[in-house]
């Protein structure tokens, strides 16, 4: 058979033709040769994930393991059943040996609590290892009830510490406030110490003063602090504190007390509504009609000064042979005379007359406030 030249002609025209591809088919190609390897990768990935699954829960249940172990050796439960038994004795003894309504022994409230807090951990352990079936158990639930008793008889023995140490001090208890706090006039608050830490368990707490006096007096009050030894940060009252630097025990000098006086006039002529809350640590002593005659025979102001020297003291009905007595003068704030110098005093005991004298010799002149001080070693 004879092909045609027309055959040959097209059979030499379709081997010669060149073969175009599109820019999809390119492309898809392209996405065929990378497919194995997004593949591989995702797989890599995954086994990735997976182990570190494995080791995530490897590690929970190695401590899991560790922590089962605490709370299931012989020991952890020994020492609960000891503890279980010494809650047991204490509030018998409470109920037993003490007056709940005069006094709550601060001890036993406190190991009550920190076998109650014992407790607790014993039970939130036991459920991070076993799960929460194990938190309906009654005898958990019955510790758990424990502990929220003894969390309200802190809340009531704090309320109860406070009574015992401001004793029979009139305290504010209206308007959900129970504080060492009274009004001396309405314009004039006298309260105890703001504390914070240990010492709000039975002074006023710093935050229930500061919700006490913006709630009644807010933009209206002024503290003042005459404690020398304690102090707290003026931000808690909005910087409206002022600080009279007076020692426990002792009375302010005539000039501190001017000064006082003045200021606290100050700010409330400035406003009808301003009040002062004034509060001290430890109390104070008082004069003796002295500050009486700077107002009323010195208007306000301090009388001249005088220098004057002490030449003999005189103590009436003392008891005992004076051989141990000493004498300090105190001149601001400086001890400015003692007897343990030597030759600088003579001590006397007169028993017939029941006194003592003790004769000053080269006293250094005194001014202003003096303050004169008696120990018995």
Known sequence: ?????????????????????????????????????????????????????????????KIKKIVHSIVSSFAFGLFGVFLVLLDVTLVLADLIFTD???????????????????????????????????????????????????????????????????????????????????????RIIAMSFPSSGRQSFYRN??????????????????VYNLCSERAYDPKHFHNRVGRIMIDDHNVPTLHEMVA??????????????NIVAIHCKGGKNRYVGYFAHVKHLYNWNLPPR???????????SIRGDVCDLKVQVVMEKKVVFSSTSLGNCLILHDIETDKVLIDVFDGPPLYDDVKVQFFSL
């Not at 379709?14 to 497919?35: D, N, R």
């Not at 935050?207 to 002024?222: G, T, W």
């Not at 006082?260 to 509504?273: C, G, P, R, Y």
Request: avoid cysteine; proline fraction near 3%; charge should be positive.
């Open 205 to 222: 707490p710093i935050e229930e003063v500061v919700r006490f006096l913006d709630k009644k007096h807010r933009n209206h009050y002024r």
């Open 260 to 273: 006082f006086t003045k200021e606290v006039n100050e700010w409330m002529a400035q406003d009808l509504e």
């Open 100 to 186: 709940s309504k005069l006094y709550i022994p601060l001890e036993y409230r406190s190991i009550s609590l920190a076998i109650a807090l014992f407790f607790l951990m014993d039970v939130l352990l036991r459920v991070f290892v076993e799960g929460w079936t194990h938190l309906v158990r009654l005898l958990r639930l019955i510790i758990l009830i424990r502990i929220f008793h003894l969390l309200h008889q802190k809340r009531q023995l704090e309320k109860l510490m406070r009574r015992l140490v401001s004793e029979n001090k009139r305290r504010y208890t209206r308007d959900g406030f129970d504080l060492d706090l009274t009004y001396i006039t309405e």
């Open 306 to 316: 005088r220098i004057l020297f002490i030449k003999r003291l005189i103590i009436y």
């Open 1 to 61: 058979i004879s092909e045609s030249p027309q055959t040959n002609e097209f059979k030499g025209t379709t081997e010669e033709a060149p073969v175009k591809e599109s820019p999809h088919t390119s492309e898809f190609k392209g996405a065929a040769l990378v497919s194995p390897i997004s593949k591989s990768m995702l797989e890599r990935l995954s086994k990735f994930e997976v182990e570190d699954a494995e080791n995530v829960a490897s590690y929970d249940s």
